[in-house]
C-alpha cells in the first residue's frame, strides 16, 4: 500500500501502482480551481473555489458515448464518523481510514466496506444505470 498526500488535506491511496481511493478531507483547501483525479477516470473529482460575483456560463455536456468497466462510487460524510476498510483487487486488505463530516471519498478500484462508528449520514454518488444485488460481489472483509 502506498499512500500519498500531494495537497494537504487529499490522499491517493494505491496498492500495486492501481488507484484504490482518493479521499477529500474537510480540510482542503485551495484559492485555484484543482481536480485530483487522472482524466481517464469515470468518477471525477474536482474542488472549485468561486468570489461571489463569479460567473459559471450556462453549458450543456454533449453526447459523448463512454465504456464503464467498473462501477466508481464518492461517499461524502454529511453527518457523523464511518471507517472505511479497502482492499485490493484481489480482496486482499489494504487498510482503513476514518471518515468525518464533510469527508469525501472516491473509491476508484479494488474492494471497500464500511463500519459505522458514529450515528451517520452518507451521500453517495456513481454511475448508473444500477443492476442491483448483480452489481456487487460481496466478500469476507475484516468487519
Known amino acids: 500500500m502506498v499512500k500519498e498526500i500531494p495537497i494537504e488535506g487529499s490522499e491517493y491511496i494505491y496498492s500495486k501502482g492501481e488507484l484504490i481511493a482518493v479521499i477529500l478531507r474537510n480540510n ?3 484559492e485555484k480551481i484543482v481536480f485530483l483525479t487522472p482524466n481517464n477516470l469515470s468518477q471525477q473529482l474536482g474542488y472549485l473555489p468561486h468570489k461571489k460575483g463569479n460567473i459559471i456560463r450556462a453549458h450543456r455536456h454533449v453526447y459523448n ?3 464503464v468497466h467498473f462501477t466508481q462510487e464518492m461517499i461524502l460524510i454529511k453527518k457523523g464518523k464511518v471507517k472505511v476498510n479497502l482492499y485490493d483487487s ?8 476514518t471518515l468525518t463530516e464533510g ?3 472516491l473509491l476508484c478500484g479494488g474492494g471497500h466496506g464500511f463500519e459505522i462508528l458514529e450515528d451517520s449520514v452518507m451521500i453517495e454518488l456513481k454511475q448508473g444505470p444500477y443492476t442491483g444485488e448483480e452489481d456487487k460481489e460481496r466478500f469476507d472483509g475484516i468487519e
Not at 90 to 97: A, G, L, R, T, V
Open 28 to 30: 482542503f483547501k485551495s
Open 65 to 67: 458515448k463512454r465504456e
Open 90 to 97: 484481489q480482496k486482499n486488505y489494504i487498510c482503513s481510514e
Open 103 to 105: 469527508d469525501i471519498i
